[in-house]
């Protein structure tokens, strides 16, 4: 089999493998972070305990966020190691500041939160929760940066065969990267408030520790709905990030291949790649596709047409990936509202409380569309009009990625089932019970 | 610049060696110390509160290497790609059996996450000792880093004597830091242990530096920077020092172990400079800090954020190591978050 090919596949799976762990851990750790301080404050029992009902879930998704993350990092130079020779004076750099600044941070210091109940003080508790959410929100930061300079690069120059850092200012402040992060950042927490949410119907529809569940719901709806508010805000403000700086993933993303001003949306396209085309348009609102791109509904949009073939992104993932994401993103405002409203009597709507649990997963697979959108629609790149995909890979044999990528497949769906057993026994378990928590 | 980014390259590693070293130690020695549930989880929980933060010092080098040295990242990681990638898996079980371990209460289920977790710390110690070992050597690589090896080539006899030097000490390592922890038998048994292993880990140390006159240009290129013989100095120190205050004070004999494993990093890596990888096929193609480096601008800022970041990892780092410096009684097991 083809070395690209199994590389880029290889990649694919354990970076969206990666994924399935790092939105619980961002926004997860903010709400225990305010459980705990919550607790701290009122005294109050159930926020001690829910701050551990939580936390335990938080721990087991915490660690496979952790040895996932160790892939990537390795598979730069095992199998991308023309890409880390030619960008490492700066992609390297972004990863190893992360490592510095965040990444000991969170492992220390989650350490001291889960082993510290009993050891270290109330408030040097909270703390340590407070810096866990910090640490990884940086950390998150950093990877953006890392991730924003193969979208846009910034802060280069070419020189001794590699591109070399020659304005740090410029690579940390790429507009293009901030607005991913925020979009980002708001998604993963929308996630966690969706977790919170879907777990603490399933525990009120069976009456289990109502009142402790309650208080969740009063925390997480208000959350969650702003979140994804956030998420709609800043998913539009990046979509004219993209029309700017990558206007072929822009026309990919709406598969729109001709050139014109006032761009229409298309509510059913199926897009003909090879042609050059779709096979099916139909039902356009007019100007929508200008005003997601540039915020006006008269601005002009390159399509497709006229970039070079050699140029192009595969359209129909791109484009279908982020159809899914925006239909999404509406139903998530819609069902974060419908919650927030009926967040004091939640239990009175049986309908709703069905439904939560069952939203559990929806996130996920949004935000995976979400970067299938930004990894996919950024080909033939690796980094956005710098270095193609294609002369990245290392020179390694194909047989040995491929012998990798089986056993990646093989330990990381092992590990994905057993992870997900765990969380769900664990998540049905509830908090302990409130008799038994004295301290010790 | 580069000379400076070579030693903080150096001192990562053996900062990582001395932390998680320990770590792979313990778990390397489960099988043989442990006789019960109860004692293979004190094992588990004098790393508990570190592991995680110990291995970060080895994504840190990882992260150093392709930050400061990005062509030997990309040559290295590449070359040797197959015991990466088998160190990656072992690190990947390791870590899980931690929190997945006392999740459930059968026997299947333990005893198969203990496995992970002596495999998961055998294995990466003796690989880490090869790989270094073949790197203090050379390897087959040429003019564009492409690498013209196998597997089965990096077994070679000074690979192995690599693996199992690196086996040895962090054995004792692990097994003074379990004196440390643990109280009774296990404690008696520790003890033990690190009587046993200490001639042996000196007859290693002694192999390790004939062969290593054998098999390596090492001790030709310190010749020419003879400060790097300080290394070895504070080796044996740390080496001879470990067995006299073994009977005495077990705290100090792991504190001369982790000069011993410094030194021997430092002496074995700096053999190689200003070589990053050797190239056993023409030594014009090796990785060099003249060749290898970034922009003395990536430098530059990188040196910046290290210097400050670092001294305040390792102050809340020591403030945890001091938190939980406690033993690992049968109360810290009946915690509700113990593993």
Known sequence: ?440 | METIWFFLWTLLWAVYFVLDGFDLGMGTLMPFLAADDVERRVIYNAQGPYWDGNEVWLITAGGVTFAAFPNAYAVLFSALYAPLLLLLFCLIFRAVAFEFRGKVQRLAWTRSWDVCMVLGSFLPALLLGVAFANLFMGIPIDADGVYHGCLLGLLSPYGLAGGVLFVLMFCYHGALWLELKSEGALQAKACRTAYVLWPLLLAMVLAFLALTGHYTDSFERIAQHPAVYVALVLAVVGLVGTRLVLSSCTLMAWLFSALFIVGLTFFGVFGMYPGIILSSLDPAWSITIANGASSPLTLKIMLIVTLCAVPVVILYQAWVYYTFAHKVTEHTLNGEHAY
């Open chain 1, 1 to 440: 089999m083809d070395l690209i090919l199994l590389s880029r596949l290889q990649f694919a799976i354990t970076v969206f493998f990666h994924f399935v762990f790092v939105p619980l851990t961002l926004g997860l750790s903010i709400l225990l972070a305010i459980m705990e301080t919550l607790y701290v404050r009122t005294g109050d029992e159930d926020y001690r305990r829910m701050t551990k009902f939580w936390g335990k879930l938080f721990l087991i998704n915490f660690v496979l966020g952790i040895v996932t993350g160790i892939t990537l990092e390795f598979q730069f130079g095992t199998n991308w190691s023309r890409y880390s020779a030619y960008v490492g004076d700066i992609f390297g750099s972004l990863l190893a500041i992360e490592a510095t600044v965040a990444f000991f941070l969170e492992s220390t210091f989650v350490a001291v939160w889960a082993f510290g109940w009993e050891r270290v003080g109330k408030k040097v508790h909270c703390f340590a929760i407070w810096m866990v959410a910090l640490a990884g929100n940086l950390s998150a930061l950093w990877i953006i940066l890392a991730n924003g300079f193969m979208q846009h690069p910034t802060g280069y120059v070419l020189r001794n065969v590699r591109a070399e850092l020659n304005d740090f200012l410029a690579v940390v402040t790429n507009p293009y990267a901030w607005g991913e992060y925020f979009h980002t950042l708001s998604s993963a927490w929308m996630l966690g408030g969706f977790f919170v949410l879907g777990i603490a119907a399933w525990h009120l529809a069976r009456k289990n520790d109502s009142a402790l569940f309650r208080k969740c719901v009063r925390l997480a709806a208000p959350f969650t709905l702003i979140m994804a508010l956030l998420v709609g805000l800043a998913g539009h403000h990046q979509g004219m990030n993209v029309a700017e700086y990558q206007p072929a993933k822009m026309a990919a993303m709406e598969s729109h291949w001709t050139t014109q001003t006032r761009a229409p949306m298309y509510l059913f396209v199926w897009p003909n790649q090879d042609k050059g085309e779709n096979f099916v348009e139909a039902l356009p609102i007019p100007g929508l596709m200008s005003f997601i791109a540039f915020n006006d509904i008269d601005a002009e949009v390159k399509g497709l047409s006229d970039f070079p073939k050699d140029d192009i992104p595969p359209v129909l993932p791109t484009f279908l990936s982020f159809r899914f994401m925006v239909a999404m993103g509406g139903l998530f405002i819609a069902l974060a509202a419908w919650t927030w409203w009926r967040r004091r009597d939640l239990e009175a709507s049986p309908r709703l409380l069905r439904l939560l649990p069952w939203v559990i997963p929806l996130p996920y697979l949004t935000i995976m569309a979400g970067w299938a959108v930004a990894e996919i629609g950024r080909q033939p790149w690796i980094v956005y009009e710098l270095m193609r995909t294609s002369d990245a890979v290392s020179p390694v044999p194909a047989s040995s990625v491929l012998v990798s990528l089986l056993g990646f497949l093989a330990v990381y769906t092992l590990l994905g089932v057993v992870d997900i057993w765990l969380l769900y026994t664990q998540s049905r378990k509830g908090p302990e019970p409130a008799k038994a928590a004295e301290e010790a």
